[in-house]
């Protein structure tokens, strides 16, 4: 045995066969029968041999692999997704490969090149801040690997599917909330404005100040990348001129909630001084003091549906899956950072 492991040509020797008909056996082929398939199988596992998977792929120009890039695996919106994407490719027989681009432009291209080189069958993807044009995707769909994005897509690539929810819709309802509970001066933070996730946020925050007669101030909208440090320095700057402010919509629930943190250690009451909403309902939303009002997205079925239409892509090319745009609901959870 080479290296101690048994090859199809030594369990041929050993059961006086031919080594193609062995593979065959191995592979489950209708051209041996069940009597020399099951006799091979236990020679094969008595030998401790183990196919080689790679090798196999390669012949047939498939891997049931599928890419899937997030930003940041740590955010429970992104584990959440991974978790509904992996159930549906365990179920269809795919294996995943998790990536995270840690929201950089060059981390992201490189990954592409490496789910490329690795002859993924097809790619999940929600894209990084720094994405502003789809070029080192589009080099997927020309190789012809079926592309879906969930959660942050881009519009410049159109033709490709798409799971989302209605952000426009959710921020609206997000801002008429704070309208409602006697919010006047109402401050946003958003994401680059690159990215059409952000854009559509800021849009229904726009949208719902119209809709109850409010104006729209463009000083109380601040664009960062929406970590915890830039909640603290998006709601200082917004203090320093406006201090009359009494509600904050974050486009994420981690800036949110550096927001409250800032707004407490000077000695403002949350909700009574200032209402805050987030946006995603990260775990942590609803354990901190007082409990975030949140926009719960339902990323367990987002993964779900997105890895299900890419493997319906993968399995037919034919389909319109490539190019299908699904929304789902979000749902507003009302919680002690709106209750007054």
Do not use: W
């Amino acid at each position: 045995m080479k290296n101690g492991k048994p090859t199809i040509h030594e369990i041929a020797r050993e059961l006086n066969l031919d080594s193609s008909t062995v593979s065959r056996a191995l592979n489950n082929s209708d051209r041996v029968t069940k009597k020399t398939i099951d006799r091979v199988t236990r020679k094969a596992e008595e030998m401790g041999y183990r196919r080689n998977l790679m090798a196999s792929n390669l012949r047939k120009k498939k891997s049931n692999t599928i890419g899937v890039i997030v930003p940041r695996i740590s955010r429970y919106f992104f584990s959440s997704t991974i978790a509904g994407i992996d159930e549906a490719a365990f179920a269809a027989g795919y294996n995943v490969i998790i990536c995270q681009s840690l929201e950089e432009l060059e981390r992201e291209q490189g990954i592409i090149s490496n789910l490329m080189a690795n002859q993924v069958d097809g790619v999940l993807i929600s894209v990084s801040m720094e994405t502003k044009n789809g070029r080192h995707l589009k080099q997927l769909r020309d190789s012809g690997i079926p592309l879906i994005f969930f959660d942050r897509h881009l519009k410049e690539l159109e033709g490709s599917g798409k799971v989302l929810i209605d952000d426009e819709d959710a921020a609206a309802k997000a801002t008429g909330h704070l309208i409602e509970i006697g919010c006047k001066k109402i401050a946003h933070f958003t994401g680059p404005s690159t990215l059409q996730i952000y854009k559509s946020r800021l849009k229904g925050y726009r949208s719902a100040l119209r809709k109850y007669q409010l104006p729209y101030d463009p000083d109380l909208v601040v664009s960062s990348r929406l970590s915890e440090k830039d909640g603290i320095m998006s709601v200082k700057k917004i203090l320093e001129k406006n201090s009359e402010i009494d509600g904050i919509f974050s486009a994420n629930d981690v800036a949110a909630i550096g927001a409250m943190k800032y707004l407490k250690n000077i000695g403002k009451k949350i909700p009574d001084d200032i209402a805050l909403v987030g946006f995603s309902n990260e775990p942590i939303s609803e354990v901190i003091e007082p409990a975030l009002t949140t926009i719960d997205q339902s990323p367990y079925e987002i993964g779900k549906i997105a890895c299900s239409l890419l493997i319906e892509q993968i399995g037919n090319k034919t389909s319109d899956a490539n190019s299908r745009t699904i929304i789902l609901e979000s749902t507003l959870l009302e919680r002690d950072s709106t209750k007054r």
